[in-house]
């Protein structure tokens, strides 16, 4: 996504003024947030915490990078909790197999004034790997028997599985609209600056961001494959959903106000 200059005053003056920019063969503005940030059922899913994070690996792990884009989107959104933590686990350290040997549990307890819910991995080798999100940078074979444990089905997965392009993907369980845990799946055979590309939306998915625009000019969830972009507009859309006037549950265009808003 390449916004030249006019279109980003013409996006600014649309903002400042309260109303929807229209750019011929694009979706208003307000259209595409409420899009982006709907669930099934039409309602804003968010985290009320910050999440833990794992990065399941089994080649070298972007540490650098992952962790500056972290500190990146938490820095531009500094509404959203932030990230209360990410480890590591190098899965070619481990020496038991991963098939048979590996177990996916998620537990619930009550606690005062709600729910409190915790996931993990136990391993045979390793011990208990915990978080709530868990970033797989693994091969395809790896990918899919995280992909059985955790219970995700659907075309993404089996696009996974059949080494489509372009096909890292996320998923995501909430309560009550409240987020409870994600999963990334990134195909470690790829380059660098797709796993990167990769880590960045689908990382960002799990935090609220549901879904794709497609062909926005505004949002790099836009289902398409692009170049290094301006993530100002993301950013700003990832603020408006953890402002304190949107609560999980809530409709979305209560995100589109808030958004439209400081703009």
């Known amino acids: 996504m390449r916004l030249v200059a006019t279109l980003a005053m013409a996006i600014l003056t649309a903002f400042g003024s309260g ?18 940030v709907s669930s099934r059922k039409a309602t804003v899913r968010k985290w009320t915490r910050a999440p833990r994070v794992l990065v399941l690996h089994d080649r070298a792990a972007p540490k650098d990078f992952f962790e500056g884009m972290v500190a990146e989107i938490t ?25 048979g040997g590996a177990r996916f549990r998620v537990k619930q307890d009550e606690v005062e004034g709600g729910v409190a819910v915790s996931s993990g991995f136990l391993i045979d080798g390793y011990g208990a790997a915990v978080a709530d999100i868990y970033v797989f940078l693994t091969d395809i074979p790896t990918g899919v028997l995280f992909a059985a444990l955790t ?112 703009r």
């Open 151 to 262: 219970q995700s089905s659907g075309p993404l997965p089996r696009r996974f599985a059949e080494g489509a392009p372009h096909s890292c993907y996320y998923t995501a369980s909430s309560l009550n609209d409240v987020l409870r845990y994600g999963m990334v799946f990134i195909n470690s055979a790829w380059d660098m600056e797709r796993v990167q590309a990769c880590m960045f939306e689908e990382f960002m998915h799990t935090l609220g961001i549901l879904n794709d625009s497609e062909a926005s000019e505004h949002f790099t969830f836009n289902d398409r494959v692009a170049d290094p972009v301006d993530r100002l507009a993301d950013f700003a859309l990832l603020e408006a959903l953890y402002s304190e006037s949107v609560l999980p549950g809530d409709p979305p265009d209560r995100v589109a106000d808030a958004f439209l808003l400081n």
């Open 19 to 36: 109303t929807s920019p229209a750019f011929a063969g694009d979706k208003p503005i307000r259209e595409q947030i409420v899009e982006i």
């Open 75 to 99: 820095a531009a959104a500094p509404s959203f909790p932030g990230v209360a933590s990410i480890d590591y686990v190098d899965l070619g350290a481990i020496g038991a197999p991963l098939a």
